[in-house]
């Protein structure tokens, strides 16, 4: 295991709803499992004036009330400065170095970035301004929370912003997906088995489905939402690199700028979306208001914080193709959406048909493929489809499950990604963490959809019924596989019923 240096991390947007339901309650969680070392301290930064005690009392808010809670929290300060004055970032080198005195620790530092987007060139400069990013006394690291940019052009000025100020070493970009067990596992499926590799490839897949459902609509994030829409909140980073860590070579080794290179690489092999091609190869779709077991469910443009004749999509789909050795002539389809009837995240394997049928099938369908589906979330798992002899008489097919469930290793405790990453980053490895080049490549991919969107009003935005599985349009996209998309529904091995609410 990886020796944790002590250490200061400082959350900028402390006073933020992530500060407080996602990243004190993995760090406590860290500090639990005694992985933090010591010493260390949190601090907590940002406008609004408060104390170290009422910021520890918010603090509480989210993490189990027992007696280490106390000890936890003795860690946790506050200094409030006005983050976008230079001034005031005097103040702050300060407070760490009255903090790295009382810890009487090196000034190893993490920077966390989880402030409004329009922050995050702002803040490094002036950290910058103060030697805040000098890594002679301690290390010094940012993570940088998404959105990274809002497009090709901003992400580009964004990591050219802050590598005036950190190096790339220095630079954590989150993407949360990567920071999922199950995203990992991944990985150790398709690299620590010799079952699968040699059928990872055009021979033997037919095409491959990337689902990330999600039954909560926008909540109280309409405002931001509206501004984004699912294929940059969604499909633009966390899918992409789904599709980076399915698609990609085996690397050399497990680190950081090994894998990263073959995520890059898939990235680079991408077909680039033509302009005039468009509309075969994506489907965007806005929930409307419904009916669902007999409520009243509002649709999209009557969220709050939502313009009325908003177009902004809360569903996209997309087929696109990796033109490589491994994976020529196969289309990849991803999709994600807000008021789908579950939350699922998967993804599908589809395998080919074996080329001869010789036996009866009683589902009708002759030979069915095999399907191999690994679960993200939730029911964490891996379901393989196979056919198998029905007991009885003739040689009748029944697809069976084989499946394996993480909550079956109920020993094993899963960390949350936002614990894994803080970790990782405090360690120094970035493995799970989308390089510079990574991020601006897959805004690069999805930058056509974007211009077009802009530009062309007349591109179809299809309204689907809250709780159903999005605009019947995104069937077309992928009608020409005998096994359309697979419907996830809550638990994995339920498959292939069609979820309702
Ligand atoms: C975030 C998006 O990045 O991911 C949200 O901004 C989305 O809109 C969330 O709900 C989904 O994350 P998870 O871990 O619940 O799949």
């Known amino acids: 295991m990886k020796k944790t240096e002590p250490h200061i991390v400082v959350i900028f947007g402390a006073s933020g709803d992530l500060t407080k339901r996602k990243l004190i309650p993995a760090i406590y969680n860290l500090h639990q499992q005694n992985l933090l070392g010591h010493p260390f301290a949190i601090l907590g930064v940002s406008r609004t004036a408060m104390t170290d005690e009422v910021f520890r009392k918010r603090m509480m808010e989210f993490l189990p009330e027992d007696k280490t809670r106390e000890d936890f929290i003795s860690h946790l300060h506050y ?14 080198k300060d407070k760490i170095d009255a903090l790295k005195k009382e810890l009487n620790a090196p000034a190893n530092i993490l920077f966390y970035l989880s402030t409004p987007p329009n922050m995050y060139s702002i803040i490094p400069n002036y950290l910058a301004s103060v030697g805040l990013n000098n890594e002679n006394d301690g290390f010094k690291r940012l993570i940088v929370e998404k959105p990274f ?34 995203v990992q596992n991944l990985l150790v499926l398709r690299f620590a088995n010799s079952l699968w590799e040699p059928l990872w490839n055009h021979k033997y897949i037919d095409h491959i489905q990337i689902t990330s459902a999600e039954k909560l609509g926008v909540e109280q994030r309409g405002g931001y939402y509206d501004q ?23 690397p050399t080794v497990i680190e950081a700028d090994a894998i990263r290179n073959e995520v890059l690489k898939v990235f680079q092999s991408i077909r680039p979306l033509q302009k005039e091609t468009l509309s075969e190869s994506v489907v965007r779709g806005q929930y409307t208001s419904s009916s669902i077991k007999g409520e009243e469910v509002k649709g999209y443009r009557e969220e709050e914080g939502v313009n009325p004749e908003s177009r902004t999509e809360t569903f996209a789909a997309m087929k696109l193709h990796i033109d490589n050795w491994r994976w020529g002539g196969i289309p990849f389809y991803i999709r994600t959406g ?11 394997i589809n395998f080919k048909p074996t080329p001869h049928h010789l036996f009866d099938s009683v589902e009708g369908v002759q030979n069915k493929p095999n399907q191999l589906i690994i679960r993200i979330q939730p029911d964490e798992g891996i379901l393989l489809k196979v056919g198998l002899k029905e007991p009885g008489a003739g040689f009748n097919v029944k697809t069976v499950n084989l499946d394996f469930h993480y909550s079956d290793l109920s020993d094993s405790y899963v960390p949350t990604a936002y614990e894994r990453l803080l970790l990782d980053c405090i360690q120094g490895d970035a493995t799970l963490y989308a390089r510079g080049d990574n991020v601006e490549k897959a805004w690069e991919i999805v930058q056509p959809v974007l211009d077009e969107w802009e530009n062309n009003s007349e591109f179809p935005l299809h309204g ?12 077309s996209l992928i009608s020409n596989h005998e096994s359309g998309w697979r419907y996830p529904c809550k638990n994995l091995s339920n498959d292939g019923e069609y979820c309702e609410l």
Request: charged content about 30%; aromatic content about 10%; glycine content about 6%.
């Open 79 to 92: 200094e409030s400065i006005q983050t976008s004055e230079k001034e005031d970032y005097a103040k702050l």
């Open 338 to 348: 807000k008021k789908l009837p579950t939350r699922a995240t998967e993804i599908v």
């Open 228 to 250: 984004s829409g699912a294929f940059k909140d969604m499909l633009q980073n966390h899918l992409m690199q789904l599709v980076g860590l399915v698609a990609m070579e085996p």
């Open 149 to 182: 940019g809002t497009n090709f052009e901003s992400a580009k000025l964004l990591n050219k912003d802050l590598l005036k100020y950190f190096a790339e070493e220095q630079i954590y970009r989150i993407d949360h997906y990567l920071g999922k067990e199950t």
């Open 464 to 475: 689907y019924p809250a709780g159903s599985w999005g605009p019947l349009e995104s069937e």
